[in-house]
């Protein structure tokens, strides 16, 4: 028998599950049903479906594999209500997911890839490195299963957690598709941001497609020679050709960038640190966001101090530039990226040994 490799159902845009029905010889209207099912009614397997015959569904099974996860585990915050999810994907690799409560509604991080290769150094998801990207499906998934839990729609998508998105570029492209189809779940691109470390040719692609998303610029840092030391990403992509980057971003869409800057004491946290930010991004139309760094024990960088980020703050304002402090969800839960993960590896293999 021939081996035809199966297509991830859940990864199809509603034209492709058209022309998948229609090679079928069914009615194009089945395509339609599917797509609600898997994507407005949040479907965890085929058996729910339950107004298409069991014919088609025998037949989509043959065909087509289905994105489910398990649920492994779900830790609560006792602080603020944030939760996070660690999920097992069907080859038993894990991701993690947070979910966070505000006043404007739920918001959802999700992560992009099983790990990451761009070695940012105080970030605990890069350390074992790349393990594959996720598809499509896999980005959704999170969020649907963390909607069938709560039971709670998610209005905020934020592309933040483990791995570089720009580094899975077309399945993160197909993702946005998905998820802000007025078929689907709906969600408005201006209610999505997706995070990079910046790798500028990525940074132009995403930009051609004038979406509305959020770009989100991790910077950290505003000389080549300090974001070199704590981002390898820095060593292919200077300041000058990523803030162009930028520019042409905001050219393009009508977006205003959003610039990371994790403050790590000692090393990026001075007033000097501030000034230089400002002179690199003034006039640029953009907004900061103050992370104090989530410090991981694999590495020994500290928090700024409280006082410190208040300057930092102070000085961007008094020369017009937009910055907040992020509000630091879920300290208690393992809150930085890639936390929950390694410690559910590290536990695994622990009782395996
Ligand atoms: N790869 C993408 C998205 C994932 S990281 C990116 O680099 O933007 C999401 C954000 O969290 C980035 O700004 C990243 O630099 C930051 N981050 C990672 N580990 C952190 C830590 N321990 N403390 C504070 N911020 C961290």
């Excluded at 994507?39 to 099974?61: G, Q, S």
């Excluded at 080549?224 to 060593?235: C, F, G, H, I, T």
Aim: glycine share 6%; charged share 25%; hydrophobic share 35%.
């Amino acid at each position: 028998m021939e081996n035809i490799e199966r297509r991830d159902i859940k990864s199809l845009t509603m034209a492709q599950l058209k022309e998948e029905m229609e090679a079928l010889g069914e009615k194009p209207f089945r395509a339609g049903q599917l797509y609600e099912w898997m994507h407005v009614k949040l479907a965890e397997r085929y058996e729910e479906m339950t107004n298409i015959p069991h014919k088609l569904l025998d037949r989509c099974r043959e065909r087509y594999t289905y994105t489910a996860f398990k649920m492994i585990r779900i830790q609560e915050s006792k602080l603020d209500g944030t939760r996070k999810y660690l999920f097992m994907l069907p080859d038993g690799n894990t991701v993690e997911s947070v979910w966070m409560r505000y006043r404007h509604g739920n918001s959802v991080c999700i992560s992009s890839q099983v790990g990451c290769r761009m070695g940012c150094r105080f970030c605990a998801s890069t350390l074992d490195g790349l393990e594959r990207n996720l598809l499509p499906s896999e980005m959704l998934e999170q969020i649907y299963a963390i909607t069938r839990h709560t039971g709670e729609r998610v209005s905020n998508v934020v592309v933040m957690g483990t791995g570089e998105p720009l580094d899975n570029f077309d399945n993160l492209l197909q993702f946005i598709t998905l998820l802000t189809d007025e078929n689907g779940l709906h969600i408005s691109q201006r209610n999505v941001t997706v995070s990079t470390c910046g790798i500028v040719p990525r940074m132009y692609q995403l930009a051609d497609r004038q979406l509305q998303i959020t770009l989100a610029l991790s910077l950290h840092a505003a000389t080549d020679e300090k974001r070199q030391s704590l981002m390898p990403v820095a060593n292919r992509y200077c300041l000058h050709e990523l803030m162009e980057a930028c520019a042409c971003y905001f050219e393009k869409t009508g977006r205003r960038i959003t610039f990371e800057y994790s403050l790590v004491k000692g090393v990026n946290d001075t007033t000097g640190d501030a000034q230089q930010l400002i002179r690199l991004i003034k006039g640029l139309n953009c907004h900061v966001n103050l992370i104090p760094v989530n410090p991981i024990k694999e590495r020994d960088y500290i928090q700024s101090e409280r006082r410190a980020v208040e300057a930092f703050k102070a000085c961007l304002e008094k020369n017009g530039i937009n910055a907040t402090i992020r509000r630091e969800m879920g300290r208690d839960i393992d809150g930085a990226c890639g936390q929950l993960r390694r410690r559910h590896i590290k536990e695994t293999h622990l009782c395996r040994s």
